[in-house]
């Protein structure tokens, strides 16, 4: 198959998930073309199977806001044509769905048909699509997607309950490439960050609000009072400069490491005993899934798709949003005593691997055929409509 990926080509999860299923569908033997503003972060190499499109908005005096949907429609369009595209699979409701649509409408104009796979990821829909001002956008983008997908069955529910959905959903979870997981390190340099007894907590994310940052630096600040630790923050983002504060208002700015910005997280999760994510919403959870690949046990709060990624008692433990006070009781019980640490790193990766690559990629090669082989029977009466 020939397929065109839509996507934000950021350090979020929704852009790393397309980065990585292009990948793993042209090793597969499709061809895949990225479309987005500039190379996803994660697109290292590009090869005979990989080809990225940067879609280019011209400036205009006469827009406040250049219009990256009209730019972005008229590309698909013209890659769509020139590649014989056979399928193309839009990541997030808005603005990405909506340009499909609107490439769709113009392709037919000229006899031309492509399905359109919509992939909701959780901002698009719990964030930014239930604002009433883009609430109608994005159940149009939805309804006029010719299959919708979403990552957790918890992100399916939300989505069936804020907008008046006439698709059905399918759950498609997201994935980690358990082979090119990294766990050792010649030069893992533990040291550098701790000291021997000293057990290392890691936190990955984007820093916005809804990763619920002051909670991190509250749990480890219970956590290091009865055990020595330190805490490795990852990330750039509105929230880092107060937490950053609040660290010092606890007295524990020494113990904690802001990092920023990495492209080392192998590296920083091969020493890592323990991963934090108190989210007060996660549609999935990439950043405790890719934890939980590289043996690291997840401290998580219970929103969202948590559930379905991080096995409480098994792979980690669960607490309710805000309940600091639970979360470090749970990390003590598992950092306190090395055995437990091990069991819970081997369970943990056993946890990942039930969202193995090999297990998810062919369910989306399935919604693909099944797209282009529904769209191949519709008779052509209906497709002019």
Known sequence: MKIAIVCYPTFGGSGV????????????????????????????LLNEKIFFHEVNVPEYPLFHFQPYELALSSKLVTIIK???????????????????????????????????????????????????????????????????TSVSQSLKEDTNRLFDIKRKIRVIPNFIDINTVKDT???????????????????????????????????????????????????????????????????????????????????????????????????????????????????????GGLAEVNQDGYSGFMSGVGDTDSMATNALSILKDSNTLNLFKKQARLQAQQFAIERVVPMYEDVYLKAINRLKKKPKAALKK
């Open 185 to 303: 390190f010649t030069d893992c340099q533990r040291a550098l960050m701790a000291t021997e007894e000293e057990r290392i907590i890691t936190h990955i994310s984007n820093m916005r609000e809804v990763k619920c940052i002051p909670d991190v630096i509250k749990t480890f600040s219970k956590i290091q009072k009865h055990l020595p630790s330190k805490l490795i923050m990852v990330g750039e983002g509105p929230e880092r400069g107060p937490a950053e504060l609040l660290a010092q208002e606890l007295g524990i700015a020494n113990k904690v490491v802001f990092l920023g910005n990495s492209n080392e997280i192998d590296k920083i999760l091969c020493f890592s005993d323990l991963f934090l994510l108190p989210s007060k919403a996660e549609s999935f959870g990439l950043a405790a899934l890719e934890a939980m690949a590289h043996g690291v046990p997840v401290i998580s709060s219970n929103a």
């Open 82 to 148: 020139a590649y014989h595209i056979d399928v193309m699979h839009v990541h997030y409701a808005i603005p990405h769905a909506y340009a499909g649509y609107m490439a769709k409408k113009m392709l037919k104009q000229e006899g031309i048909t492509v399905p359109m796979v919509t992939t909701l990821h959780g901002t698009d829909i719990t964030l930014v699509g239930s604002h009433p001002f883009y609430k109608p956008a994005v159940t149009f983008s939805i309804n006029k997607s010719d299959v919708v």
């Open 17 to 44: 998930v397309a980065t990585e299923l292009g990948i793993a569908l042209s090793k597969r033997g499709h061809e895949v073309h990225f479309i987005t503003y500039k190379q996803p972060v994660r697109l290292d």
